[in-house]
């Protein structure tokens, strides 16, 4: 596990923007619970990796264009209804990713979409991993994957020739 640290977040938003700008929300997987929520991202063209997705295993929001105040942990967010959050991640469908930054003091996922909507996901837990996104199953050892880990940590794995 890496402590956040300026260098270790920039590497990990290199990461994240590399394989994620310019994709677009294409799907839900329904998680084992209302806790877990596996959405897909696509990129539609000449651009690998294409299929991403992003594991959210923490509480989670959209936000208006121009909000610059983002809660610090999951005690500062509101209980969303399963409903609720699977209407906030349609109204998002086929939305391209336009910027992707962390939380300074935690990993904090911000993607920001075309439109100017935050898709916002606590990265602050002292026990539990928040949230994973990447490319692959984790088999090949040439994937991309970042990870919020536990007490505000984050790790990260890229192919070599990045």
């Not at 990990?12 to 997987?29: M, N, P, R, T, Y």
């Not at 500062?76 to 930054?101: D, G, P, T, W």
């Not at 026990?127 to 692959?136: H, L, P, R």
Request: glycine residues 10%; proline residues 5%.
């Amino acid at each position: 596990m890496i402590q956040l640290n300026a260098e270790h977040i920039k590497y990990a938003e290199k990461i994240l923007s590399h394989i994620f700008i310019g994709s677009q929300l294409d799907g839900v997987k329904f998680g084992p619970g209302p806790a877990a929520l596996l959405i897909r991202f696509e990129h539609y063209g000449n651009h690998s990796p294409d299929q991403l997705w992003l594991n959210i295993e923490s509480k989670w929001g959209v936000y208006p264009k121009n909000t610059y105040d983002f809660p610090n942990s999951e005690n500062e967010m509101s209980e969303l209804s399963e409903e609720h959050e699977y209407k906030l991640i349609f109204e998002l469908r086929r939305e391209k990713v336009a910027n992707i930054k962390l939380g300074k003091l935690a990993p904090h996922l911000h993607i920001e979409f075309e439109s100017g909507k935050t898709l916002f996901v606590n990265g602050h837990h002292h026990k539990f991993e928040c949230w994973q996104a990447g490319d692959g199953l984790g088999y090949s050892g040439d994937e991309w994957l970042v990870v919020a880990t536990p007490g505000d940590g984050i790790s990260m794995w890229a192919p070599q020739s990045f």
